[in-house]
């Protein structure tokens, strides 16, 4: 076998990038009866061992190999299981447009995603060159993600794009997380010096732009670096989360430290220092809402996951015991 990592897939057909080149591969037999659909097969992103048929530039996928880093949400609907937007990825952007679609409490979601599979977020202001005020954006936005950099951009203009060197160094993978219309296209456009990714209008009512991307894709860019992008995700829903969370509200996390009660909710608990620190105006309340918000949407989704363990356990079970009672017939036969 040799190494192959996901490039794209559609269905069932996965597009590879080899030391052989591109080869179209399918998922060996056993593998789509092995376990749960997010960990057992691939997405974009991931390293598999194949066995090519080089004459064909296709293969055959037989086993997919640990992820170092993922990034995962809960599908969409009322389905409780967990989707892979990409493996093993190293930075992600996520970009946001200076106009209608700036919202922090969005990019809050995305950042306990992303701290939680184990990437390392960097936030991009796009469109700098239509907006007075980004210099106070950039403020708003650090205040609302400690720690994590932040950088001013503008893509129609090619302004600001030397800022983003440092992450695109030869071997790293950096995925593109946002909305629609907010210029992820563009940006790798700009990347790749090429127009690889085809780029759409943004309606004037509300800054907002189709999916002019309709799947994810890996791209190689001229320095080495691979870049994934993702169709615009108009809803984050959090499938964990919950080491995520201390890592999104760090502030919090360590005002915490000095509370009364070693498990205070920050809401009503007496001596609690996270309270304190929004009535002295050291935290916003906003952040705290927030936090408030994405806790109790992460112990849904927990209780949620659990109740689906035990279906599935439960269910495993009888298959077994049915098995085994057929086999006790055949048997006594």
Same mark, same amino acid.
């Given at each position: 076998?040799?190494?192959?990592?996901?490039?794209?897939?559609?269905?069932?057909?996965?597009?590879?990038?080899?030391?052989?080149?591109?080869?179209?591969?399918?998922?060996?037999?056993?593998?789509?009866?092995?376990?749960?659909?997010?960990?057992?097969?691939?997405?974009?992103?991931?390293?598999?061992?194949?066995?090519?048929?080089?004459?064909?530039?296709?293969?055959?996928?037989?086993?997919?190999?640990?992820?170092?880093?993922?990034?995962?949400?809960?599908?969409?609907?009322?389905?409780?299981?967990?989707?892979?937007?990409?493996?093993?990825?190293?930075?992600?952007?996520?970009?946001?447009?200076?106009?209608?679609?700036?919202?922090?409490?969005?990019?809050?979601?995305?950042?306990?995603?992303?701290?939680?599979?184990?990437?390392?977020?960097?936030?991009?202001?796009?469109?700098?060159?239509?907006?007075?005020?980004?210099?106070?954006?950039?403020?708003?936005?650090?205040?609302?993600?400690?720690?994590?950099?932040?950088?001013?951009?503008?893509?129609?203009?090619?302004?600001?794009?030397?800022?983003?060197? @440092?992450?695109?160094?030869?071997?790293?993978?950096?995925?593109?997380?946002?909305?629609?219309?907010?210029?992820?296209?563009?940006?790798?456009?700009?990347?790749?010096?090429?127009?690889?990714?085809?780029?759409?209008?943004?309606?004037?009512?509300?800054?907002?732009?189709?999916?002019?991307?309709?799947?994810?894709?890996?791209?190689?860019? @001229?320095?080495?670096?691979?870049?994934?992008?993702? @169709?615009?995700?108009?809803?984050?829903?959090?499938?964990?989360?919950?080491?995520?969370?201390?890592?999104?509200?760090?502030?919090?996390?360590?005002?915490?430290?000095?509370?009364?009660?070693?498990?205070?909710?920050?809401?009503?608990?007496?001596?609690?220092?996270?309270?304190?620190?929004?009535?002295?105006?050291?935290?916003?309340?906003?952040?705290?809402?927030?936090?408030?918000?994405?806790?109790?949407?992460?112990?849904?989704?927990?209780?949620?996951?659990?109740?689906?363990?035990?279906?599935?356990?439960?269910?495993?079970?009888?298959?077994?015991?049915?098995?085994?009672?057929?086999?006790?017939?055949?048997?006594?036969?």
């Amino acid at each position: 076998m040799i190494p192959g990592r996901v490039a794209t897939h559609h269905g069932a057909i996965f597009q590879l990038l080899t030391q052989h080149g591109k080869l179209t591969a399918r998922m060996a037999g056993r593998l789509l009866q092995d376990g749960d659909r997010s960990e057992s097969r691939p997405a974009v992103g991931d390293w598999v061992a194949v066995t090519p048929r080089l004459s064909e530039a296709s293969a055959t996928i037989q086993t997919l190999l640990p992820r170092r880093s993922k990034l995962s949400r809960k599908t969409a609907g009322q389905e409780t299981s967990e989707q892979i937007v990409a493996a093993n990825v190293d930075t992600v952007f996520i970009v946001a447009g200076l106009d209608g679609d700036f919202n922090p409490r969005r990019i809050e979601r995305a950042l306990i995603l992303i701290w939680d599979g184990g990437a390392r977020p960097v936030i991009i202001l796009n469109k700098a060159d239509g907006c007075d005020e980004v210099d106070a954006r950039i403020t708003e936005m650090e205040a609302a993600a400690p720690a994590v950099p932040v950088h001013a951009i503008s893509c129609l203009e090619d302004e600001g794009l030397d800022q983003l060197e @440092p992450y695109l160094g030869s071997g790293q993978t950096v995925a593109l997380l946002g909305s629609s219309g907010v210029g992820k296209s563009t940006l790798i456009n700009r990347l790749a010096s090429a127009d690889r990714m085809a780029v759409g209008a943004v309606r004037e009512a509300d800054d907002r732009g189709r999916h002019t991307t309709t799947h994810r894709e890996m791209i190689l860019l @001229p320095g080495g670096a691979l870049v994934i992008d993702n @169709p615009g995700i108009r809803e984050i829903q959090l499938w964990d989360g919950e080491a995520g969370l201390e890592d999104a509200f760090s502030e919090i996390e360590a005002l915490s430290k000095d509370c009364r009660f070693t498990d205070c909710s920050h809401h009503k608990e007496p001596d609690c220092a996270v309270q304190d620190a929004v009535v002295t105006g050291k935290l916003p309340g906003k952040r705290l809402s927030s936090f408030r918000k994405l806790q109790r949407e992460i112990n849904y989704q927990a209780t949620r996951q659990d109740a689906r363990l035990r279906q599935d356990t439960k269910r495993r079970w009888k298959t077994i015991t049915k098995s085994i009672r057929r086999m006790q017939r055949q048997e006594g036969r």
